[in-house]
């Protein structure tokens, strides 16, 4: 199976600060990888697809980046919305992995 | 608008099976597949199967091979995953999730509420 490597585990910032999550996997997966955030009680939403495309609906300060088995997540200016967990998944083999998570919390 | 609806909250006792159901709407179910994830209290996500709505097909997660079976009724929009044999560790919130096909490299772009299974004696 593949692994999905996500760093770092947790992370504090401040509002407006620029940060970057990376994920890494154990093999190459071309750009099927993907960015989730969730929030306590809600339901999971998919921010980037395939990398570095941005969903429909999803503010511009999110950004995605990498192929193979590198990949970043940018947030440009962080919101005070923007404090939750983000989850990185690949889905290039059906094992459809997911990262093991990274908490962003106000400093 | 496209949803995806779950069942509400469940209590089972150890040793017991759970079944839920994930329904459908605002478009037409055959033509993008469901999966099922699952997140424990203090642990990620974590897939467990995937059924292609078309056929019916499924893939399980070789963790949970054993213990569990998605189906669907394209008649009623519905997925369901029955959990069988369940211990304290399957307390979760369950999620059904929709995957968006090949033009988003499979991503699960819509997603249900959650449904919480609590398992306790």
């Known amino acids: 199976d593949i692994q999905m490597t996500q760093s770092p585990s947790s992370l504090s910032a401040f509002v407006g600060d620029r940060v970057s999550i990376t994920c890494r996997a154990s093999q190459t997966i071309s750009n099927y990888l993907h960015w989730y955030q969730l929030k306590p009680g809600k339901a999971p939403e998919l921010l980037i697809y395939a990398a570095s495309s941005l969903q429909s609906g999803v503010p511009s300060r999110f950004s995605g980046s990498g192929s193979g088995t590198d990949f970043t997540l940018t947030i440009s200016s962080l919101q005070p919305d923007d404090f939750a967990t983000y989850y990185c998944q690949e889905t290039y083999s059906t094992s459809f992995t997911f990262g093991q998570g990274t908490k962003l919390e106000i400093k | 608008q496209v949803h995806l609806v779950q069942s509400g909250a469940e209590v089972k006792k150890p040793g017991a099976s759970v079944k839920l159901s994930c329904k459908a709407s605002g478009y037409t179910v055959t033509s993008y597949d469901i999966h099922w994830v699952r997140q424990a209290p203090g642990h990620g996500l974590e897939w467990m199967g995937w059924i292609i709505t078309g056929n019916g097909k499924t893939k399980y997660s070789q963790k949970f091979q054993d213990r569990v079976t998605i189906t669907r009724d394209t008649s009623a929009s519905t997925a369901y995953m029955e959990l069988r044999s369940l211990r304290s560790e399957d307390t979760a919130v369950y999620y059904c999730?929709?995957?968006?096909?090949?033009?988003?490299?499979?991503?699960?772009?819509?997603w249900g509420q959650g449904t919480m299974v609590t398992v306790s004696s």
């Open positions: 999730a929709r995957d968006s096909g090949s033009y988003l490299r499979d991503a699960f772009d819509i």
